[in-house]
């Protein structure tokens, strides 16, 4: 059937105006890609002539700043310097023993720090920068970029390194960083690309190790354009990281060296702390070293000398060791006693220097007894039949609850390496960790601090501000953040009975201020800074039955492994407790002979802000104390607010 003459001319106009907008359409396209291709051709020539000829983008990162730490009046702790150093990518070098052989003409390569670049050079990824020289100088980061041409692959850098100017005085609190090492890597959950950039540092040990993630930042990336030489074109554009957090410790700089310089000579540790705040004012272990060492890989020699040092330099004695109290846990026993009411305050037991307990002799230190003692006098001569007496009365379970609630047996939540927990033990404990039940000689042990229970000087300055305050109190190190103020560890109330916590400190204060006291010998003379405080005594061997017969032989006589701690602990001043003390010098005999003078002088040097005058030591200890005074001021720089030197 034939279509009408109308309807075949409708139909062509139609297709005609298809075409005409397909066409148009093309025709837009090709006029949008023509002058795209003139854009690029014509106005963008230079730049992708650049890019040409192998010439490629790299992504690389910007390692953060870390995290400067500061003492509480601003004093630096640890910073970050600037340290030089050359770094090559093999995939950029090409012929790397090449490149490396006209790069020895230029500086002075250490043969065992390039053999460890070789290694990297040939393990790690082939775009992963590796350092062949550190530390350099400036004159050599010079001539390689002179020479940059003719070492492809080559970048001299400048990066930051941490440094602790104080050296020694922070080794155990705050540690040190060192090189990312594989094990690092293996102990970390995927770890972000930043940590195996060469030589990148992160904390090992201590305050650097435990606040890591806030002290480390977060990386940048900069795009760089590079040839075909490897060599860095230009910048293309960067984006900056997140710097780490900068950080200030309660610890005063100058009452931190002084202790450390106090401590000198000794296997000993000491750690004071204010009363109100809970802050560690100073937490010294001695010896020390230098952490410097540390940062760039310590030699063997060095190394090898610390770990063989009898007196242990390493371990941070302060929190990390823990020791039987001795008769610094008396106060313990004596408020547990008090509080069951198994002894009232005017009650008296005799001593008449043992006591039998089950077919065997346990002795005083006096060998002729104290006669009938009450609770001021076992404190102020540190009688120890009172308190065997006070254990049978109350029983472990009580004394140890005791212990724990002034801070004895509790691992304080503070970023240290190893803080230890010590032992407040009980008879589960001993048939859990023993297999063998309780005896009540175990109990008589623990009563005077010895046999089971441990503690760390740590745990003692703590125990000592609780007792000061009543409140507690909680140990803190790290002040602020970023500027922003961190909880206080001040402390709500114990609740135990006040009036029996002011006639143990009264008791604690005889010991330090009456003649018959066991640290009168250690006291302060000034009135408004006296002390009250408790000397102890731990034994590390067992004393026959014989040898107490015969006459137990002197410390002094004794090699010094075998020789027994001294601690002492204290808290001053009497009338307003500011700060609390606790000392322990590894096998120093007695401790108001070894420890209570060190105390002393820390105590003062705490309260002082200085060098106490000589008037508030006793008189026939002020020229002693005077010669002292200018050794130590000898070996410790003074530092002002802005961390450097003051005459």
């Known amino acids: 059937m034939r279509r009408p003459g109308r309807d075949t001319a409708e139909s062509q106009r139609r297709i005609t105006r298809r ?15 023509a002058l795209r291709m003139r854009y690029m051709q014509v106005e963008q020539a230079d730049q992708f002539r650049l890019l040409a000829d192998e010439n490629r983008i790299n992504i690389q990162l910007i390692p953060p700043t870390r995290g400067r730490l500061f003492d509480r009046n601003g004093a630096v702790i640890a910073e970050n310097v600037p340290s ?99 094990k690092d890597i293996e102990r970390i959950d995927a770890p972000e690309q930043l940590l195996r950039l060469p030589r990148f540092q992160i904390g090992k040990i201590g305050l650097e190790a435990k606040r890591e993630n806030q002290l480390r930042g977060s990386a940048g990336t900069r795009r760089v354009e590079v040839n075909a030489a490897g060599r860095v074109m230009r910048e293309l554009d960067r984006q900056e990281g997140q ?70 330099p390493l371990p941070n004695k302060a929190v990390q060791g823990i020791y039987p109290p001795g008769s610094t846990f008396k106060m313990v026993t004596a ?15 005799y001593c008449p220097g043992y006591m039998e307990i089950s077919g065997r002799r346990f002795h005083c230190w006096k060998r002729g007894g104290h006669g009938n003692v009450d609770l001021h006098r076992s404190l102020r001569e540190s009688c120890d039949i009172y308190y065997y007496e006070l254990a049978l009365r109350t029983g472990i379970e ?14 304080f939540d503070l970023p240290m390496t190893s803080v230890a927990k010590g032992l407040a033990p009980t008879r589960e404990w001993k048939q859990t960790n023993r297999g063998q039940p309780w005896v009540i000689g175990d109990s008589v042990n623990t009563a005077i601090g010895q046999g089971f ?32 103020e961190q909880p206080t560890g001040h402390g709500d109330t114990l609740g135990l009975n006040e009036n029996l916590m002011r006639e143990v400190r009264k008791a604690m204060f005889a010991v330090s201020n009456s003649n018959r006291g066991t640290g009168y010998r250690s006291r302060i003379i000034e009135d408004a800074f006296r002390m009250a405080g408790k000397t102890g005594t731990s034994q590390v061997r067992n004393i026959t039955s014989g040898e107490r017969a015969s006459g137990v032989v002197n410390n002094r006589d004794l090699p010094w492994e075998r020789r027994d701690h001294a601690l002492f602990v204290n808290f001053a001043p009497f009338d307003a407790p500011k700060v609390a003390v606790a000392v322990i010098v590894e096998h120093g005999g007695g401790g108001s002979t070894a420890a209570a003078p060190i105390a002393r002088d820390i105590t003062l040097q705490a309260l002082y802000g200085e060098d106490p005058p000589l008037e508030a030591y006793p008189a026939a200890d002020r020229g002693r104390i005077k010669a002292l005074q200018e050794k130590l001021r000898r070996a410790r720089p003074q530092t002002g607010p802005d961390g450097k030197d003051r005459a």
Request: net charge negative; glycine share 8%.
């Open 335 to 349: 408020l547990a006693a008090l509080e069951d009411g198994q002894i009232a305050l005017d009650d008296t037991v």
């Open 19 to 33: 075409g005409l907008v397909v066409g148009g359409l093309q025709a837009g396209v090709m006029g949008i890609l």
């Open 453 to 484: 229970v441990l503690a760390s000087p740590l745990q003692l300055a703590v125990m000592t501000a609780r007792i000061a305050t009543s409140r507690a109190v909680t140990p803190r190190l790290i002040k602020s953040i970023d500027g922003v």
């Open 84 to 182: 030089y150093r050359i770094t090559m990518t093999r995939e950029q070098a090409g012929d790397v023993d090449a490149v490396i052989a006209r790069l020895a003409k230029l500086v002075e390569l250490d043969p065992d720090e390039l053999e460890r670049a070789r290694r990297d050079l040939r393990e790690l990824r082939g775009d992963t920068p590796v350092t062949v020289a550190d530390r350099v100088s400036w004159g050599a980061i010079s001539r390689v970029a002179v020479n940059a041409p003719a070492l492809p692959g080559v970048l001299p850098e400048v990066g930051l390194s941490r440094r602790y100017p104080a050296t020694n005085d922070y080794a155990h609190v705050v540690g040190y960083v060192g090189t990312v090492s594989d």
């Open 398 to 411: 009580k004394i140890s609850a005791m212990a724990e609630r002034l801070g004895v047996g509790v691992q």
């Open 243 to 312: 710097p780490g957090a900068d950080m200030q410790l309660t610890l005063d700089n100058n009452l931190q060296s002084y202790t450390n310089a106090r401590l000198e000579g000794e296997s000993a540790a000491a750690v004071v702390i204010d009363c109100d705040t809970g802050d560690l004012l100073a937490c010294a272990s001695a010896p020390s070293y230098d952490p410097n060492l540390f940062v760039r890989g310590i030699s063997v020699s060095d190394y090898k000398a610390l770990l063989e040092d009898p007196y242990r």
